[in-house]
């Protein structure tokens, strides 16, 4: 027995000290940073991949200060339109605060996902992307063209499909509100 532990004591330190040489080595966490614009201002930012970001006001994005693992990750709270930086090795996924989510292979989209509004719309103007959403307990995936503008009904958990050029839902980009055939009150609610 005395034999076997006197063996066995070499080993356990040489891993103690394999464990304590990871550690010390081991890549301190990203912290998460929070962007909002002030009210009635839009706000352009980098994210650390190179992905742009155009951020609406009254909206949050919320990303770490850099990517790890296998997806690039962050929280979107109203509105914003993202030029994503390709990187077929790790998917860029945009959360929402209704448990869906927009996965995204290299792209140009915008995406509207306000707490309060009880739509979700994608309108994508090139590359693909994935809109991830909840039909009872599962997820499923809808893929999007370029040119196309998806709703999702959050309490219905219906989605529609609509063409369009993207000119009035990207106007607010530019400081440009464009009216089309726009119900008065969705209008008053955008002014």
Not at 58 to 77: E, N, Q
């Amino acid at each position: 027995g005395q034999l076997s532990a006197a063996l066995l004591f070499p080993q356990l330190i040489g891993l103690l000290l394999w464990k304590q040489h990871r550690l010390q080595h081991a890549e301190p966490m990203a912290e998460m940073l929070e962007v909002r614009p002030n009210p009635g201002m839009t706000t352009r930012l980098k994210l650390p991949d190179g992905t742009s970001v155009c951020l609406n006001s009254g909206s949050t994005l919320s990303y770490p200060s850099r990517f790890t693992g296998d997806t690039r990750s962050v929280s979107l709270s109203g509105e914003a339109y993202f030029e994503v930086a390709k990187d077929t090795e790790h998917r860029f996924i945009v959360h929402t605060p209704s448990q869906s989510a927009v996965e995204v292979y290299g792209t140009r989209f915008n995406l509207e996902a306000y707490p309060n509004d009880p739509n979700i719309t994608t309108t994508l103007t090139e590359g693909k992307v994935g809109f991830l959403y909840k039909e009872g307990t599962t997820t499923k995936r809808s893929l999007l063209e370029p040119g196309q503008k998806l709703i999702y009904d959050v309490s219905s958990q219906n989605l529609s499909r609509h063409r369009t050029s993207g000119i009035s839902e990207l106007s607010w980009t530019e400081g440009k509100i464009i009216f089309d055939n726009t119900p008065l009150p969705e209008a008053l609610l955008i002014l």
